[in-house]
């Protein structure tokens, strides 16, 4: 078998270091993207929980069952940005 695939392997060994070169250094650069676009959604989530304004309105209750008389759906989460019935304390 191998000496069928002798001939073939002599001919390409020349462009297999650029080869392996070039496709090392493209899966490192495709890494290096897919963790930049990881942390740069994750900043980008964190940014938009952080506008949530639940936490500061008078009717938070800080329970787990109910966080939000009011709202009880909405509370938490991003629909509460632009809640129209937010009271600060």
Excluded at 33 to 49: F, H, L
Excluded at 67 to 76: G, L, Q, T
Aim: aromatic residues 10%.
């Amino acid at each position: 078998m191998f000496r069928l695939l002798h001939p073939f392997v002599e001919v390409i060994q020349p462009f297999l270091i650029p080869l392996c070169f070039c496709l090392a250094w493209g899966l490192t650069l495709l890494v290096a993207w897919s963790v930049g676009s990881a942390i740069a959604s994750g900043v980008s989530q964190a940014k938009r929980m952080h506008q949530i304004p639940c936490t500061g309105c008078v009717f938070f209750t800080n329970d787990h069952r109910l966080k939000c008389p009011v709202r009880p759906k909405v509370a938490m989460t991003e629909e509460a940005i632009g809640c129209m019935d937010y009271r600060e304390h």
